[in-house]
Structure formats: C-alpha cells, structure tokens
C-alpha cells in the first residue's frame, strides 16, 4: 500500500506534508484547519502559534485574539500549549491579563506531562515567588533533574539564580521595612 493511499487524522497528514522536501504550505494550512475542526488540541497549537506569529512561510494573517483563544484551547493536552500559554500569563503578553499563579499553575501541569522546559520554568518561580511562596528546596530538585537531563544550558541557571537572589533581597527589604513601622506603632501604643 502507498502512503498516499494510507488515510491519516488531518494533523499527522499535516506532519507529512511539513516532512516533505517540496511542502504544499496551502495545503499543510488546509490540513491544519481540518485538524482543528475535528477539535484536534495539537492542530489548535500548531494554527494558533503561527497566527501568533504572523507566519511568512506558511503565509498567515497574525491574528492574536484567534491565536490566543486556539492555544488555550490546546492546553488541554498539548505540554507545549501550555508552556507557551504560561509564558503569555506570566508576562501580560499579547493582550491577555498578567495572572502569575494561573501561570505557575499551567507551568505545573506542563511538568506533569514531562516537559523539562516546564519543569525548569517551575523552579525559576518557586525561586523568584513568582506567583507561588519562594520554596528553594524545591527549586533545587527540580533544576537537579533538568541539568541531569541537558536542559537548560548553565548561564540560564545562573541566570535564574540570580534574579531568585535578586527577589530574596527585595523580599528582605520588604520585611525589615514591615518590621520597623510595627516596632514604631508598638512604641506609640506604650506611649498613650
């Protein structure tokens, strides 16, 4: 039997296609678009990441409110989905809210499905407090295994070390700040 003969779901004819040295772009699109009719969550990320982006090649239109609603909707099983959902929430990109714990939460579910990515992007906000209590320990493991895995490469460690210092101290600040105004109220108490 032929491959053209086998018959595939439209998003694994659409990796076929993107295989192929002369790629048909309108017909990979045409898949794409019937793999997200069938309500395939991997043809949602797919679509949606390049609406995003403003493909050139496959020439598409960027359309950030489509896009943006395709790859929420693939993150209901794509880890990558999530991941780059994620990143959006955390930064307030592309017009979606700022949301940090709905980030971590989603970066959190990416770990779950084994990315390393989201795995490294977890101990990043256990480390900052980004959208989550500072729980070094717990960053700790996680960066472990991702080294141990190759991922990521060792200055996005110290990187991710050094903005996890940088929020300790502010933390810090912010403490002994607290601190001194309740010493200053507990004197005026005693004082009346």
Not at 97 to 102: D, P
Request: proline share 3%.
């Amino acid at each position: 039997m032929k491959l053209s003969e086998m018959w595939f779901e439209p998003f694994e004819a659409s990796l076929l296609e993107l295989s192929r040295q002369d790629t048909d772009w309108l017909r990979y699109l045409s898949l794409l678009k019937l793999g997200v009719q069938a309500g395939d969550d991997r043809a949602m990320h797919a679509l949606g990441s390049l609406m995003l982006s403003g493909a050139t090649e496959p020439k598409v239109i960027r359309n950030r409110a489509e896009g943006i609603r395709l790859l929420h909707r693939a993150t209901r099983s794509v880890p990558m989905a999530m991941l780059e959902y994620a990143e959006i929430l955390e930064g307030g990109l592309r017009g979606v809210k700022k949301n940090e714990a709905l980030a971590f939460a989603m970066y959190k579910r990416a770990e779950r499905y084994g990315s390393v990515a989201a795995r490294f992007h977890v101990a990043r906000c256990l480390l900052a407090g980004t959208g989550v209590a500072i729980d070094r320990p717990g960053a700790a493991r996680r960066l472990k295994l991702c080294l141990e895995l190759g991922w990521p490469r060792r200055d996005d460690i110290q990187e991710c070390l050094a903005v996890a210092n940088a929020a300790t101290e502010k933390n810090a600040r912010a403490n002994r700040a607290r601190s001194v105004s309740s010493r200053g109220a507990r004197a005026k108490r005693r004082r009346s």
